[in-house]
């Protein structure tokens, strides 16, 4: 998924050249706590995609010896109207159904129990036939903390106008939620910049920032006084890197290995880098065997570190045909890395690990090594609910910078390889490296 951020043009990202998003909780986040809202990361369309989002929760309140009751049903209610709104306007709809007619048949009752509610908006992800939709409740959303690469539990989108809104529900352990975030609010300037003067890309730059640092919001909920709030970005997210130098044939190579795109990975590749270059490696190889993806912003940021940035990486194309190209991070001409290097995959490399992959690959600066990748080309985004469960809903799809297909395709290899199972290091030593430096040479970039 590309949980996490989702700053867009609507809620695919928006940044043409360059891709902007935020998490808190998997994708795009939500809470389940009253006027509270969570930060999610995922992919925009419009400018690049690093989109954003900050998840907002209005909150309900049983009074007390009121109609409770009443009271419940309307909230059940009201979460699978949530639902079907959120499907309407950010579904890509892959499957080309009747998507009105789905939504009538899944709002014609209303549900008086929260189960009910639950599985009312389970038929209702099942009836988009899209294996990647699906409903979480609380406790599933909660899991995907680990994603959010600003630590602060928003979810931003665009409105109509242009504006930044927090667009879901922020989950009730985030920053945004302590501070009562609500879903609508407008931003109206992120550390003291007019969020007229920003860009998503630049907007989730002001974002994130180190553990424990903060950020202040100015924000306008309705006909209210705007307000700034300050944030404090917080993550416990597990570095996804293992690295080592390794001795193959009389070279050095900087093996990296990442288990998943995480809030973790871009620094966790970054500090590898950092160590590997000490013993002044040859060639680097970076082993995304098993990695499923996670958050595509996370292979954005890891490619800016291996390759030109005013070359596109990934194209994307949202629910309404707009396609988009995205860029990788500029991390700065001192941090780039030049050596000639080898991405290694198998059948149970997706997602972001493709998006990583074709950008490195078909800008030359990788060859591939191992097996045909699992081929997942479409983006998905975390919707949070204002009972603090979500919706995971495709909405967009992505090509290789040449605009080559990805999804039910997988990418193959150039040098076509056994490895051994996930719980191994690669072997690199059956790679020639010569072939390497002859296959890169030959190799045409995207123009």
């Known amino acids: 998924l590309f949980f996490g951020y ?40 419009g400018r690049c995609i690093r989109a954003g989002a900050a998840g907002a929760m209005l909150g309900f ?16 209610n009201d979460i699978v109207k949530e639902a079907a709104e ?3 306007r950010n579904s890509l709809n892959i499957a080309g159904i009747d998507l009105d007619a789905v939504l009538r048949q899944s709002t014609k009752d209303e549900p008086k129990e929260k189960d009910e509610a639950y599985a009312t908006i389970r038929r209702m992800m099942k009836s988009l036939e899209d294996k990647y939709a699906r409903f979480l409740t609380p406790e599933d959303f909660n899991k995907l903390a680990k994603y959010d690469i600003t630590g602060l539990g928003l979810l931003l989108s665009s409105d109509p106008l242009g504006r930044f809104i927090v667009a879901s529900t922020p989950r009730p352990d985030t920053s945004a939620a302590q501070e009562s975030v609500r879903r609508g609010d407008v931003v109206e300037a992120i550390a003291g910049v007019p969020s007229s ?49 390794k001795e193959v044939n009389g070279k050095r190579v900087g093996y990296i290995r990442m288990k998943e795109f995480n809030a973790a990975s871009n620094l966790g590749v970054r500090d590898a880098i950092q160590e590997l ?26 490619a800016g570190l291996f390759m030109d940035s005013k070359v596109p990486a990934i194209k994307v194309t949202d629910r309404t045909g707009q396609q988009s190209t995205l860029f990788a991070k500029e991390v700065g001409k001192h941090d780039l890395i030049r050596e000639p290097m080898v991405v290694i995959t198998d059948k149970y490399s997706a997602s972001a690990s493709e998006v990583l992959l074709s950008a490195l690959r078909e800008n030359c600066r990788a060859v591939s090594v191992g097996q045909t990748t699992y081929g997942k080309g479409v983006i998905q985004g975390v919707f949070g609910l204002s009972d603090g469960s979500a919706v995971v809903l495709t909405v967009a799809k992505y090509l290789t910078p040449k605009g080559n297909e990805i999804n039910g395709m997988g990418i193959s290899p150039d040098i076509a390889m056994r490895q051994p199972g996930r719980l191994f290091d690669a072997r690199l030593d059956a790679i020639d490296f010569e072939e390497v430096n002859g296959l890169l040479k030959a190799c045409t970039p995207v123009r």
């Open 197 to 245: 003067h920003l860009t998503p890309g630049s907007a989730l730059d002001l974002l994130q920032g180190e553990e424990g640092s903060k950020v202040t919001l100015r924000l306008k909920t309705a006909d209210q006084p705007a307000r700034d709030v300050t944030l404090v970005r917080k993550s416990t997210v597990e570095n996804p890197v293992k690295y080592k130098m």
């Open 61 to 76: 309140v049983l009074a007390a010896g009121g109609p409770g009751g009443i009271v419940l049903a309307d909230i059940n």
């Open 86 to 88: 959120l499907v309407k």
């Open 6 to 45: 989702l700053f867009c043009k609507w809620v695919v990202w928006d940044r043409k050249e360059e891709v902007m998003g935020f998490v808190s909780g998997l994708r795009v986040g939500g809470s389940g706590r009253a006027g509270k809202a969570p930060v999610v990361c995922k992919l925009d369309v």
């Open 277 to 302: 270059e000490k013993e002044k490696p040859d060639y680097y190889a970076l082993d995304l065997r098993s990695n499923l993806g996670g958050v595509v912003e996370g292979a954005l940021d890891v």
